[in-house]
């Protein structure tokens, strides 16, 4: 299973325009629409009107446009959940348009809102599904559900024997993730995955899809009806009308920069200019490097070698590096040792959050920074509200002249 | 009354059993055809009203008279009890059925569809099962009635205590004829609160944890 390495060779800070593209392990195969109709009886107008469209292997696409556009009813004919009235649908070189769709859709990954776990089935027993149905043994399949929760952040010992209501709405997500992921599908339909959770949350899924992404290379199709997403976690966008009619179809840079037709220019948005926030990444400015100090050291020690580099706080590592809190001088001076507390509501982001989520997470937790977080959560810096309000300045000059 | 209860301990015990089962196995003949009857209805809103339709009127036959019309053709015995029986058990487990099955929500139904489920492994895999809460109270909701219903049986010379209430009743003023008739009441009565305690029983144990309240 080669998607499952660890792309250690990645290159450095990749930029935010080609997200290091060539050097990527792409396990994606290309998608082919080619005029796909959707007809249904009794309606003048189609819900879908021969869209031609071809999608890259393991690049992510992004569907927007208006609520009852049709581009849920074009992602649903991929997987024939939706059997299209004409035209062809390629898979790679394979035209599936006739192909049984329960073979079919066993080979694409398929997530909804919330997931759509069954409750009466345990985590492994929902992840499992798919393979199962493959005829995998039990013992494939359970170390297949053990390395899918790893891979989406959950701890296998803890979650594996849970029911889905016994899970937060961003754990179950992460569940349904894992189970679309489960036989390696090439494909991965998200129709709106992440639109019934809290911001927060929304915005750790999706940092975790860009990672699980950066190391899968599936080819995946989202639809969302939110642009700052879109622009986030796309490769590219596609922008539909009515009748899923494409109006653009480009990379988030340029349909910024230039919307082909008014009409994207305000789907867009008035804030397009601020909307470039979403363009850039948490790991493409400068970072503080803050002291640190691992739980059970010396306080003292901590709190003299903050003062010596100008600190007022610390931000104070497990013993796997992670982040757990960030107390002030004061706050330290109390204990002898560097407490062990977990801050529930530290605020943290990944390297490839943009400014806007940092931005957003500083405000939801009323503090004036971020601590960024690298692979496997470990500490990779601390970014001031300054440097979000430096990029804004920028932005804004650079609009003006 | 005591007396007359330890005098025929034997005959109490050997009709407790012979009602009893035949209350359990209409049940299950019942919820079997109930359930399948369901499936074949619940995607199709027509179908569906005209099956509530049939389980509401159903009920509103009177037992005495579904016993008396099943004399002409089968005669007396055990083939009209069984019918009637098992008729009166399926109504209530076909509407909660009906009501279980389409009462799942679709989004999953679709997921099921979305990872690759057929249809048919979409109903035993996911519909039912999230259903069966529903349909098991269906169940024990006509447990309870067809017990009733049972005693009635003995009206065609069927099995079961019923024989002990229709004697008694036939010959009221008389020796034990009291006697008799309380000692089949009051056993219906008994048995149909343990039947429903194993019934509760059965749904602890066939409810997954994921989806018990």
């Not at chain 1, 006739?98 to 073979?103: A, E, K, L, S, V």
Request: aromatic content about 6%; some cysteine; overall charge negative.
């Amino acid at each position: 299973m080669s998607e499952t390495l660890p792309s250690e060779a990645q290159p450095a800070p990749p930029t935010a325009a080609e997200p290091g593209r060539d050097d990527r392990n792409i396990s994606g195969v290309p998608i082919r629409l080619d005029g796909v109709t959707k007809r249904y009886p009794g309606q003048d107008v189609p819900a879908v009107d021969d869209v031609t469209l071809e999608i890259a292997a393991g690049e992510t696409v992004m569907f927007v446009g208006p609520s009852g556009c049709g581009k849920t009813t074009l992602l649903k004919m991929i997987n024939r959940l939706i059997e299209p009235t004409g035209g062809r649908i390629h898979l790679g070189d394979e035209d599936v348009t006739d192909q049984d769709p329960d073979r079919l859709r066993r080979r694409i990954g398929y997530v909804i809102q919330a997931g759509g776990l069954f409750p009466h089935m345990t985590v492994a027993t929902n992840i499992g599904l798919v393979p199962k149905m493959l005829k995998w043994d039990d013992a494939r399949v359970a170390a297949r559900v053990d390395e899918l929760l790893d891979l989406v952040g959950l701890d296998p010992d803890q979650y594996r024997d849970r029911y889905p209501r016994e899970l937060s709405g961003g754990q179950q997500q992460r569940v349904g993730v894992a189970r679309a992921l489960a036989a390696d599908p090439p494909v991965l339909l998200m129709d709106e995955p992440f639109g019934a959770v809290d911001p927060i949350t929304r915005q750790r899924l999706q940092d975790e899809l860009i990672r699980i992404q950066e190391e899968l290379g599936k080819t995946i199709v989202f639809v969302t009806h939110d642009f700052d997403e879109a622009v986030k976690l796309g490769d590219r966008i596609v922008v539909f009308d009515v009748g899923a009619r494409v109006v653009q179809y480009d990379t988030p840079e340029r349909i910024l920069a230039d919307p082909a037709e008014e009409y994207v220019a305000d789907f867009v948005g008035a804030g397009a200019t601020l909307k470039q926030l979403t363009l850039t990444r948490v790991g493409d400015v400068d970072l503080l490097q803050p002291t640190t100090a691992t739980v059970g050291s010396d306080a003292a020690a901590a709190v003299a070698a903050a003062q010596a580099a100008g600190d007022d706080y610390v931000v104070v590592l497990d013993r796997r590096g992670r982040p757990i809190s960030w107390p002030t001088l004061a706050e330290l001076t109390r204990s002898p040792t560097i407490p062990d507390t977990v801050d529930e509501r530290l605020p943290v982001v990944g390297m490839r959050s943009t400014l806007n989520d940092a931005l957003d997470t500083m405000l939801a937790a009323s503090q004036g920074g971020v601590v960024v977080t690298g692979r496997r959560e470990s500490l990779a810096g601390v970014m001031a509200v300054e440097t979000v309000m430096a990029a804004i300045q920028r932005t804004r000059s650079g609009a003006a002249g | 009354m005591w007396d007359y209860v330890v005098e025929r301990r034997g005959l109490i015990a050997f009709q407790a059993f012979q009602h009893v089962s035949l209350v359990v196995q209409c049940v299950l003949l019942g919820s079997l055809l109930a359930v399948a009857l369901a499936v074949l209805v619940y995607r199709n809103p027509t179908a569906t009203s005209a099956a509530n339709g049939f389980s509401a009127v159903g009920l509103t036959v009177p037992s005495f008279a579904l016993l008396g019309i099943l004399l002409a053709p089968f005669g007396f015995g055990i083939t009209p009890a069984v019918i009637a029986i098992t008729f009166y058990a399926a109504l209530p487990v076909l509407r909660n059925a009906v009501v279980g099955l389409a009462g799942v929500d679709r989004s999953l139904v679709e997921s099921a569809r979305g990872i690759g489920m057929s249809r048919v492994r979409t109903l035993l895999r996911v519909e039912l099962p999230l259903a069966w809460p529903v349909i098991l109270a269906g169940i024990r909701v006509s447990t309870q009635m067809v017990m009733g219903i049972a005693a009635i049986a003995a009206y065609v010379l069927g099995p079961g205590l019923g024989g002990f209430i229709f004697s008694g009743l036939s010959r009221l003023g008389g020796a034990n004829a009291l006697n008799s008739t309380l000692t089949g009441t009051i056993a219906i009565v008994l048995l149909a609160l343990v039947l429903d305690l194993l019934l509760v029983l059965v749904g602890r144990l066939t409810t997954p944890r994921g989806i018990r309240v």
